[in-house]
């Protein structure tokens, strides 16, 4: 199905087009581990789906340029799509997730394609797009499933092993399966001593399931943070392709992307979506067999959208023990909340907001609870500070 000569071809196609991203060290990110980061985020769009989605469409025939081309996406392939078709004058119409996130779905206008958003999730907008290829003729751009976009992603596999040639393991993120297919091809046919990784949300793990069951596997529903990789049903190719080169695949939770998204903008000063961060995601939280191995981690996508990324601050925050509530019963009566503050204070936890409330059935008739909201540094402070608090008499709820 696919020669790593069409990955090196894809490459020299993609010279004056994608940029050479580059591989930046990481070694705060979980300390142990020797981590590094391909920084796809901030691939032109966005994304590393400008690789495979431009190779594909370099390689049309005249006819199928003429009828134009139609995509699928939850918005990131959608940009590839729309920027290549744009460069080679081609026309494209991109059918989109109604819930996608608004930034992607502009930028992908933005780029020149004509959009369809369609109800429910990326597996309805493919329904919809081979609907719409039938009816009109258009040119299908599969965004996983198809080995001339495997080949275009294959190429980040390239460039890692010649920007880091004493790489030991790679972890990549999985959707559908065409960037690991690719990478791990790349890697594994060049290099089969180093390890490949894939990394799903739980909230979507279709991949692993087909793995795990040894044939394809449909989810009935998928709900993730990380938008980019929900998707229901892997594609028959890159079924064979990771089960052939993917040496093991795990899940994260969203809060453990919460948390990797968080500590790649703090301690990288880099923005990465969902889908880009699940690989960090791994390696931060030991899901992955890497410590001792010089790792590199695809960070596949920084296309967030900004009202997302306040909520997954949120999440990080509280999954990295950076922000915490509690609710505390108390006698009421004067004094008392001003005790709760004093010990707070003097362990050094910031009080956010109070919340104070008299009629509460699970407090005494004379009785109160407040919701006390802090800022910490870590979950060892909490339990400090809870610690703290219960030595000095107060009872602390949860």
């Given at each position: ?39 796809e ?21 005249e006819?199928?340029?003429k009828?134009?081309?139609i ?13 290549g ?15 996608a ?7 992908t ?6 959009i ?40 980040i596999?390239?460039?890692?092993l ?12 999985i ?14 046919t060049l ?51 990771c089960?052939?080169?993917v040496d ?10 919460a948390a ?8 990288q ?26 790792t ?31 609710i505390?019963d108390?006698?009421d ?28 059935t ?17 979950h ?19």
């Amino acid at each position: 199905m696919l020669e790593i000569s069409e990955i090196f071809n894809a490459s020299a196609v993609l010279k004056d087009v994608a940029r050479k991203t580059a591989i930046i060290p990481a070694p705060r990110l979980n300390p142990g581990v020797d981590i590094y980061l391909k920084t796809e985020n901030l691939q032109l769009t966005g994304s590393f789906k400008l690789r495979g989605a431009y190779y594909k469409i370099s390689q049309l025939t005249e006819e199928e340029r003429k009828r134009g081309v139609i995509a699928c996406s939850a918005g990131n392939h959608a940009q590839g799509v729309a920027l290549g078709a744009a460069h080679c004058g081609i026309k494209s119409l991109i059918c989109l997730p109604a819930g996608a996130p608004l930034s992607k779905v502009e930028a992908t206008r933005s780029y020149g394609a004509e959009i369809c958003l369609v109800p429910g999730v990326y597996d309805d907008a493919y329904a919809r797009a081979i609907e719409l290829q039938k009816e009109h003729g258009y040119t299908f751009i599969h965004p996983f499933d198809d080995p001339k976009v495997i080949a275009g992603q294959g190429t980040i596999g390239l460039e890692i092993l010649e920007q880091m040639p004493d790489v030991e393991a790679v972890i990549v993120p999985i959707g559908g399966g065409g960037l690991i297919s690719g990478v791990a091809f790349a890697i594994k046919t060049l290099r089969p001593d180093v390890k490949v990784y894939g990394v799903q949300s739980s909230g979507a793990p279709s991949m692993a399931a087909s793995l795990k069951e040894g044939k394809l596997c449909h989810l009935a529903d998928v709900a993730t943070i990380a938008d980019g990789i929900a998707v229901k049903e892997p594609g028959v190719n890159t079924f064979e392709m990771c089960n052939k080169y993917v040496d093991e695949v795990v899940t994260v939770s969203d809060d453990e992307t919460a948390a990797a998204i968080l500590a790649l903008m703090e301690q990288q000063k880099l923005i990465a979506e969902g889908a880009g961060a699940v690989a960090v995601a791994a390696a931060m939280f030991d899901k992955v067999p890497v410590r001792g191995l010089k790792t590199v981690c695809l960070v596949s996508g920084g296309n967030i959208d900004v009202t997302t990324l306040n909520r997954v601050i949120t999440r990080g925050l509280n999954k990295s023990g950076r922000n915490y509530a509690f609710i505390i019963d108390l006698p009421d009566k004067p004094g008392q909340l001003s005790g709760v503050c004093s010990v707070i204070a003097g362990h050094g936890g910031n009080i956010i907001s109070v919340a104070h409330e008299r009629i509460n059935t699970s407090s005494s008739i004379n009785g109160c609870s407040i919701r006390v909201e802090l800022e910490t540094r870590d979950h060892e402070h909490i339990s400090a500070i809870r610690s703290a608090l219960t030595e000095g008499g107060y009872n602390v709820m949860n």
